[in-house]
């Protein structure tokens, strides 16, 4: 995980759930107040503009695995569901296959083409995905 | 759901989230929100064909980008899949298995409209229908994929234009028609296939329809050939794991010819074909050209191809035209960076990349300077047995393109029926992200 103060932290995981919600129709009905003033708080602590553009990045980074794990992580096939799985287990799980001791058919080769930045951008984005039912 | 429908859904979902109160407001004065899906629109994008590429443009715009008005041009009733059609000219899918609706587009509040762009006026920002209706844009994204060069090969634009040679090479009425070909023809029968010189749609494409029409054959009809007349040196993708494929299975099936360019095609006048190549001429019964191609017609009337006249040369931070900045172009159409494949998946890629950059552009925002793409991309060798071929590309800012990253990407250790898992799976994912199913 990236080694940012709480607050922080909290906010670049719940800053993607927000503007995905606030963007797309379809989330809007299962999003809860709750969420929302969570998320929102949550930004609002962080504040400054330069995290919202962190946010885009981590959206603009795990749209790039949707073609195979869904989009927003909701894969509706045999390869695995990203969303709202914990990000130090998604972290975790690029840094196996990167290192070669986790066995994949192609993920190890993909995974050698992020940095370990951009993986912990994703990870954050995909954990503040709701899986859906 | 209908209009009025979603609206009062729309609206019960805005007054929750409004309920949130102190929170949301504090939200927005951060002026740090995205995008919000009310107010009035930021701006009219017009995406012109409804591929892999401007489908998933239609979608990311409207998912990300709220109140963008987003009519999405294509020719097309329905969406058909070219990834997975060669399963069906091997008999393992049906043409519905392939076919997507684009009413997933539609719920989003994406305006369809069935027709064919005919003109772009980039100086009056609109774009004109074959209909004679037009329509005005902020933003234009041409994903015109590929059309053919026919010239170079003599009698084969007739040939295509009579239907007794196909090309396949569009997934629709010519997969069916090839299909049926394939179907008529006697065993013992010859099916040739041309491939043209790289670049062309789909690398790995025409080797995966070898084994797929040769899969057919050893089923159904075990004394028939399938012949492949390359006109490259070598296979083109996956090359040590298609030669694998090609001696293991389909061995005095199939024959691979490379450096085999076809010069002629020749239609007798009872319907008998020959390939005419430069030191041969063959006999066969059904013949598969596909032909060299360079970016779709729509991107040629517009002015657009300036890459050695075929390809449409792009800014890749934002996918706009280099000829022709505001118009953004997608997928197979554009002059690929190094080691970048034209392939469905990586049109949905350069979408994901161009939606970004138009909603921020919309928004006075600077672009992501540090967009990533990638591509995996796998091949049916027999009905289950599957191999891939991935690779990531990073955009690197000194050379202004994408490069794969050294290291990373790469192909199958060997064919297994996991990765032909995986593939369907793939397609059930890509079509979903594609098409907002």
Same mark, same amino acid.
């Given at each position: 995980?990236?080694?940012?103060?709480? $607050?922080?932290?909290?906010?670049? !995981? %719940? #800053? =993607?759930? +927000?503007? @995905?919600?606030?963007?797309? *129709? &379809?989330?809007?009905? /299962?999003?809860?107040?709750?969420?929302?003033?969570? $998320?929102?708080?949550?930004?609002? !602590? %962080? #504040? =400054?503009? +330069?995290? @919202?553009?962190?946010?885009? *990045? &981590?959206?603009?980074? /795990?749209?790039?695995?949707?073609?195979?794990?869904?989009?927003?992580?909701?894969?509706?096939?045999?390869?695995?569901?990203?969303?709202?799985?914990?990000?130090?287990?998604?972290?975790?799980?690029?840094?196996?296959?990167?290192?070669?001791?986790?066995?994949?058919?192609?993920?190890?080769?993909?995974?050698?083409?992020?940095?370990?930045?951009?993986?912990?951008?994703?990870?954050?984005?995909?954990?503040?995905?709701?899986?859906?039912? | 759901?209908?209009?009025?429908?979603?609206?009062?859904?729309?609206?019960?979902?805005?007054?929750?989230?409004?309920?949130?109160?102190?929170?949301?407001?504090?939200?927005?004065?951060?002026?740090?929100?995205?995008?919000?899906?009310?107010?009035?629109?930021?701006?009219?994008?017009?995406?012109?064909?409804?591929?892999?590429?401007?489908?998933?443009?239609?979608?990311?715009?409207?998912?990300?980008?709220?109140?963008?008005?987003?009519?999405?041009?294509?020719?097309?009733?329905?969406?058909?899949?070219?990834?997975?059609?060669?399963?069906?000219?091997?008999?393992?899918?049906?043409?519905?298995?392939?076919?997507?609706?684009?009413?997933?587009?539609?719920?989003?509040?994406?305006?369809?409209?069935?027709?064919?762009?005919?003109?772009?006026?980039?100086?009056?920002?609109?774009?004109?229908?074959?209909?004679?209706?037009?329509?005005?844009?902020?933003?234009?994204?041409?994903?015109?994929?590929?059309?053919?060069?026919?010239?170079?090969?003599?009698?084969?634009?007739?040939?295509?234009?009579?239907?007794?040679?196909?090309?396949?090479?569009?997934?629709?009425?010519?997969?069916?028609?090839?299909?049926?070909?394939?179907?008529?023809?006697?065993?013992?029968?010859?099916?040739?296939?041309?491939?043209?010189?790289?670049?062309?749609?789909?690398?790995?494409?025409?080797?995966?329809?070898?084994?797929?029409?040769?899969?057919?054959?050893?089923?159904?009809?075990?004394?028939?050939?399938?012949?492949?007349?390359?006109?490259?040196?070598?296979?083109?993708?996956?090359?040590?794991?298609?030669?694998?494929?090609?001696?293991?299975?389909?061995?005095?099936?199939?024959?691979?010819?490379?450096?085999?360019?076809?010069?002629?095609?020749?239609?007798?006048?009872?319907?008998?074909?020959?390939?005419?190549?430069?030191?041969?001429?063959?006999?066969?019964?059904?013949?598969?050209?596909?032909?060299?191609?360079?970016?779709?017609?729509?991107?040629?009337?517009?002015?657009?191809?300036?890459?050695?006249?075929?390809?449409?040369?792009?800014?890749?931070?934002?996918?706009?035209?280099?000829?022709?900045?505001?118009?953004?172009?997608?997928?197979?159409?554009?002059?690929?960076?190094?080691?970048?494949?034209?392939?469905?998946?990586?049109?949905?890629?350069?979408?994901?990349?161009?939606?970004?950059?138009?909603?921020?552009?919309?928004?006075?925002?600077?672009?992501?300077?540090?967009?990533?793409?990638?591509?995996?991309?796998?091949?049916?060798?027999?009905?289950?047995?599957?191999?891939?071929?991935?690779?990531?590309?990073?955009?690197?800012?000194?050379?202004?393109?994408?490069?794969?990253?050294?290291?990373?990407?790469?192909?199958?250790?060997?064919?297994?029926?996991?990765?032909?898992?995986?593939?369907?799976?793939?397609?059930?994912?890509?079509?979903?992200?594609?098409?907002?199913?």
């Amino acid at each position: 995980m990236p080694r940012f103060p709480r $607050a922080l932290r909290a906010a670049a !995981l %719940a #800053a =993607p759930a +927000a503007s @995905a919600a606030l963007g797309a *129709l &379809g989330a809007l009905g /299962a999003f809860t107040t709750r969420a929302a003033a969570a $998320a929102a708080t949550a930004l609002t !602590l %962080a #504040a =400054p503009c +330069a995290l @919202a553009q962190d946010a885009n *990045l &981590g959206r603009n980074l /795990a749209a790039t695995c949707a073609n195979c794990h869904g989009t927003g992580g909701q894969s509706r096939g045999e390869v695995k569901s990203l969303a709202g799985l914990p990000a130090e287990s998604i972290v975790a799980a690029f840094n196996a296959y990167k290192a070669g001791t986790l066995p994949a058919t192609v993920m190890h080769q993909i995974a050698k083409g992020y940095s370990d930045e951009q993986v912990k951008l994703i990870a954050g984005y995909l954990a503040a995905q709701q899986p859906k039912k | 759901m209908t209009g009025r429908a979603m609206k009062q859904n729309f609206e019960l979902s805005r007054r929750r989230l409004l309920s949130a109160g102190t929170a949301l407001s504090a939200l927005t004065l951060a002026g740090c929100a995205t995008s919000s899906s009310t107010g009035p629109s930021i701006g009219r994008v017009v995406i012109v064909g409804g591929g892999f590429g401007g489908a998933t443009a239609a979608h990311y715009l409207k998912m990300w980008g709220g109140n963008i008005d987003v009519t999405l041009v294509e020719r097309s009733a329905a969406f058909v899949s070219c990834p997975i059609s060669n399963l069906v000219l091997g008999g393992h899918k049906q043409m519905a298995d392939i076919t997507r609706s684009y009413r997933g587009l539609q719920a989003l509040g994406v305006k369809l409209v069935q027709g064919e762009v005919t003109a772009v006026d980039a100086g009056a920002k609109k774009v004109r229908l074959a209909n004679g209706s037009e329509l005005p844009y902020d933003r234009l994204i041409l994903s015109p994929g590929v059309d053919f060069m026919l010239d170079s090969t003599a009698g084969l634009a007739a040939a295509l234009d009579s239907g007794r040679v196909l090309h396949g090479w569009k997934a629709g009425p010519q997969t069916m028609a090839l299909r049926q070909q394939l179907q008529a023809m006697p065993d013992g029968g010859v099916f040739a296939m041309s491939i043209p010189k790289v670049p062309y749609r789909c690398p790995p494409g025409p080797y995966e329809r070898a084994c797929m029409v040769a899969s057919y054959f050893k089923q159904h009809k075990p004394r028939s050939k399938v012949l492949v007349l390359d006109a490259n040196p070598e296979v083109q993708s996956k090359k040590a794991l298609f030669e694998k494929a090609f001696k293991d299975h389909y061995s005095g099936l199939l024959e691979y010819r490379p450096n085999n360019e076809l010069k002629e095609v020749v239609v007798g006048t009872s319907g008998q074909l020959a390939a005419k190549l430069e030191f041969d001429d063959l006999k066969v019964d059904v013949l598969n050209v596909i032909p060299p191609q360079r970016g779709g017609d729509i991107a040629r009337s517009a002015g657009l191809l300036n890459m050695n006249s075929r390809w449409v040369g792009v800014n890749w931070l934002t996918m706009e035209s280099t000829a022709a900045p505001g118009i953004h172009v997608l997928g197979d159409a554009t002059f690929s960076a190094p080691a970048m494949p034209k392939s469905g998946h990586m049109a949905n890629q350069h979408a994901k990349v161009a939606a970004a950059a138009i909603i921020d552009m919309l928004q006075g925002k600077p672009v992501n300077a540090t967009p990533v793409v990638m591509n995996t991309c796998y091949s049916f060798v027999t009905a289950s047995d599957v191999v891939h071929v991935a690779s990531v590309h990073q955009y690197d800012s000194v050379d202004k393109t994408f490069k794969a990253v050294p290291g990373s990407g790469g192909v199958s250790a060997a064919a297994s029926a996991v990765e032909g898992r995986y593939a369907l799976s793939w397609a059930d994912n890509i079509w979903a992200d594609t098409l907002a199913l």
